[in-house]
């Protein structure tokens, strides 16, 4: 069975563009949850997806966004880049959600902002 | 304010002795403790979990060890291995059953030979 995919796998951009990060998760999987990791936080929860609808939401601002579609295939988005947006990003699905113990993640997408 | 702290960032054990990682949290309504291992480039997998209604949990090799009256947790790895090398996270999940998980900031493990 595949793993969860993230793509791509490394991206560059500069202050104030936008930028969008996909997550595929596991066959039959429906949960997708997204995180920020980062050297002097750790790893952060930006927000989960379930059936198409975001179920949960972390501390992050607006410009921080992301959506699901049907086949449970899930983007990021982040808008107006600053210099603190560089991280790792990280997605994990799991079956049904809140099954953390059955939660997969992704390798990341590292976004370096110059 | 950090609900899940992780203060030694590194630990260094030599192979075939005990590793013991260390987590502190301060929301009492946390029900829930995981750890996960993280190599680099890849993400994190799932180790060991453990309810607030137990005070033990042991899979293998690991234990994970609860003081609810002190708000800390710690994993034991028995025997340590150079394999288990790796970033280890601790993360706390708010009572109810979609809370979001709080992770600590890790401890790097290196287990010498």
């Known amino acids: 069975k595949a793993g969860v995919t993230q793509t791509p796998r490394y991206l560059i951009k500069t202050r104030g563009q936008q930028v969008t990060l996909s997550c595929s998760p596991i066959?039959?999987?429906?949960?997708v949850s997204w995180y920020q990791q980062t050297p002097g936080q750790g790893l952060q929860f930006l927000f989960e997806?379930?059936?198409?609808?975001?179920?949960n939401k972390g501390n992050f601002p607006g410009r921080f966004s992301g959506r699901q579609f049907s086949n449970s295939r899930s983007e990021m988005n982040v808008s107006t880049l600053e210099l603190g947006d560089s991280a790792l990003y990280l997605c994990?699905?799991?079956?049904?959600?809140?099954?953390?113990?059955?939660?997969?993640f992704g390798p990341g997408t590292r976004l370096t902002v110059l | 304010d950090q609900q899940v702290k992780q203060n030694s960032p590194s630990l260094s054990v030599q192979e075939g002795r005990i590793s013991i990682l260390n987590c502190d949290y301060t929301n009492s309504m946390f029900d829930y403790f995981l750890w996960y291992k993280k190599y680099p480039a890849e993400g994190p997998t799932f180790l060991i979990s453990?309810?607030?209604?137990?005070d033990k949990n042991e899979d293998g090799r690991f234990t994970v060890f609860l003081n609810k009256s002190a708000k800390h947790l710690s994993l034991h790895i028995v025997p340590s291995q150079p394999g288990d090398s790796a970033v280890y996270f601790c993360a706390a999940r708010e009572g109810g059953s979609q809370g979001n998980l709080i992770f600590g900031k890790g401890t790097k493990l290196s287990v010498k030979p």
């Open positions: 997806y379930f059936s198409e609808t975001q179920r």
């Open positions: 066959s039959g999987h429906r949960s």
């Open positions: 994990a699905s799991c079956r049904t959600g809140g099954s953390y113990n059955e939660q997969f």
């Open positions: 453990i309810s607030s209604i137990k």
